[in-house]
């Protein structure tokens, strides 16, 4: 009976014991792993890591480049500029033609400007001056031709920027945002075109490809890639201006997101798959298109 009775009174200590000491452990392992709250008591005895916290900007991809059309997107060249220089070169060569507002606004369905000649009279008929076996040689001598009246309309101001475009440039020479022309037209008016509208230093941070460096012009993307290959770009942090459907073509077949800045020849376009469609840049950065804007694209 003795022996029974100490051993019933061991367990009932044991018990006893247990009853506390399974709290207390439990207490102590919850101490270990548990993180004071910000509100907590400021003289208790843990050490709390500072909260890290993330802007949304800082999650977000970083705009590496802002690749631009040229005619239609950095100046409206198509109806003023380029359009009436087309008709000073027919005219001193003798040639009959003269493209009305309407007409070139069909016409520019075909990108590049030796092409679009090609297409025009390859449909209606080539002028009689221009004999058929010199018709590449010709139509090379009126582009030339054509780009150079352009460019003195160019000098001359009569072709100003679109709203916006300088302030967006502005933003990404201040930002380090990389730029880049890629169009279709020749390399020298382009070059012209940033250089007397932009002035030369704006001008010395620009890369130019024209539509003369590529075997294939927009809608094939091969200007734009060909500029993610010379600049070493990463084409998911880069962003496209556009203002037609042909430019919208080119830049989905590069795979690179694209902003339509609608021009007076596009606004009837189908834009379907452009990343945005605007009406311009806007010169005003509360309403207008800014980097902010261009990142929120990638």
Not at 46 to 62: D, E, G, H, K
Not at 175 to 193: F, I
Not at 262 to 273: L, P, Q, R
């Amino acid at each position: 009976y003795c022996t029974v009775h100490y051993f019933e009174v061991c367990i009932n200590r044991r018990s006893t014991i247990m009853k506390f000491l399974v709290p207390l452990a439990f207490l102590t392992l919850t101490s270990a792993f548990t993180v004071q709250h910000p509100h907590a008591n400021v003289n208790a005895n843990v050490n709390v890591a500072p909260a890290r916290s993330y802007s949304n900007t800082s999650l977000q991809a970083t705009l590496e480049a802002i690749l631009f059309d040229c005619d239609g997107v950095l100046a409206d060249t198509e109806r003023d500029g380029h359009r009436p220089a087309f008709n000073r070169a027919f005219q001193e060569n003798g040639i009959a033609d003269e493209w009305n507002v309407d007409l070139y606004g069909k016409l520019l369905e075909t990108g590049g400007g030796k092409e679009r000649m090609t297409a025009h009279w390859n449909e209606v008929g080539w002028p009689e001056v221009i004999p058929e076996d010199g018709r590449a040689e010709m139509v090379r001598t009126l582009h030339l031709q054509k780009t150079d009246i352009f460019m003195d309309l160019i000098d001359e101001g009569s072709i100003p920027l679109r709203p916006g475009v300088l302030r967006l440039v502005d933003e990404a020479i201040a930002a380090g945002v990389q730029l880049a022309v890629c169009s279709t037209s020749n390399e020298k008016a382009v070059s012209n075109l940033v250089k007397t509208l932009m002035g030369p230093e704006r001008r010395a941070k620009f890369q130019i490809y024209a539509g003369d460096m590529v075997q294939a012009k927009k809608p094939a993307p091969d200007v734009y890639l060909m500029a993610v290959e010379a600049m070493n770009l990463d084409k998911s942090r880069c962003v496209i201006v556009e203002d037609t459907h042909i430019g919208l073509g080119a830049a989905r077949a590069a795979e690179i997101n694209c902003i339509v800045t609608k021009s007076s020849y596009s606004a009837d376009e189908d834009f379907t798959g452009a990343s945005m469609i605007v009406d311009e840049l806007g010169d005003d950065s509360e309403s207008g298109v800014t980097l902010e804007t261009l990142t929120s694209l990638l």
